[in-house]
């Protein structure tokens, strides 16, 4: 089947870095990709859809500006944590439209 | 609006035994409904969806799932555990007809006992 990929795995940093988190459509393309965010034990947050060549759109109560996302090629979207504090300390899928949706294996982001 | 609700957060069985993973849901028009599973350190895997065609729909590793209008539910079940099936068990739904935008429950952990 279709394969996402997210780089880094894990990734810890200091509170006020930016963390910038890849994910990958390796064997198809993705004119649309999607962004969650899930707390421990709880289930997966939509964050914001990206669309190739233009603006992601942000879920509501989503700070655009803290989480940028580009959406650059149709196998490639990045997702930025700007000014990174603790409370954004988090688990990050991604996934990516095929003949389905395919997720990535997500990203753990641990802020100092 | 649409959601789901998985009615157990916790569901433990013997090997060999039935699973039965429940879900509710919500919609004011024919949705589409899914399960997917997370294994640790692992992406969600698609395992099984239902898209307004027949109502009992089977999936991989043995599961299915019935779309029952009358109930608004999308139970999925499996007559057999294997110790593999332990994971986190997710109901969702689609929030339009026509994208791919998912709406997830919270979630059910599979526990599976030898």
């Known amino acids: 089947g279709a394969v996402v990929s997210q780089h880094p795995s894990r990734v810890i940093c200091k509170s006020g870095t930016s963390v910038k988190i890849e994910c990958r459509s390796l064997?198809?393309?993705?004119?649309?990709m999607f962004w969650y965010r899930q707390f421990p034990k709880k289930s997966l947050m939509l964050m914001a859809t990206s669309n190739e060549g233009s603006k992601a759109t942000y879920e509501q109560g989503v700070e655009k500006d803290k989480f940028l996302i580009n959406h650059a090629s149709l196998t490639l979207s990045t997702l930025t944590v700007t000014s990174a504090h603790p409370e954004d300390s988090s688990f990050y899928i991604c996934s990516a439209t095929g003949d389905t949706q395919y997720f990535g294996p997500g990203t753990r982001l641990t802020v100092l | 609006a649409q959601s789901v609700t998985q009615l157990d957060s916790h569901v433990s069985v013997s090997e060999g035994t039935p699973v039965l993973l429940r879900c509710n849901y919500s919609s004011s028009y024919s949705p589409s409904l899914f399960w997917y599973v997370q294994h640790p350190n692992k992406g969600l895997q698609l395992l099984l969806k239902?898209?307004?065609?027949?109502?009992l729909v089977k999936g991989i590793n043995g599961f299915e799932a019935e779309f029952k209008k009358s109930e608004t539910s999308f139970h999925l079940t499996k007559p057999s555990a294997h110790m593999s099936d332990a994971a986190e068990y997710f109901c969702?739904?689609?929030?339009?007809?026509?994208?791919?935008?998912?709406?997830f429950g919270t979630g059910t952990r599979l526990q599976v006992f030898p």
């Open positions: 969702v739904v689609s929030v339009i007809v026509g994208t791919d935008k998912l709406i």
């Open positions: 064997d198809f393309q993705a004119t649309t």
């Open positions: 239902y898209t307004s065609a027949a109502t």
